[in-house]
């Protein structure tokens, strides 16, 4: 991994995997893939519709509130 700084923001870094860091984080989304794929093989297709609608509700929801949150800071 490499590390340097942000050219747009001073006070954070970009980081930079290296091939082998590549091959591992790949690996993990492999491996959640494989898990999700098992765990929802058994669910109706209303019950992940459902999951996948709450969870885009949640992510909104929270995008807001973050929004909200940092209107509250700079004001």
């Not at 973050?66 to 209107?71: H, M, P, S, T, W």
Request: aromatic share 6%.
């Amino acid at each position: 991994m490499t590390r340097e700084p942000s050219p747009s923001d001073q006070r954070s870094h970009t980081l930079h995997l290296t091939a082998s860091g590549r091959a591992v984080a790949q690996r993990l989304y492999d491996v959640g893939d494989e898990m999700v794929t098992e765990i929802f093989a058994s669910w109706p297709g209303a019950d992940v519709e459902a999951l996948s609608g709450l969870l885009e509700r949640f992510a909104s929801d929270s995008q807001q509130y973050a929004r909200r949150l940092r209107r509250t800071r700079d004001e």
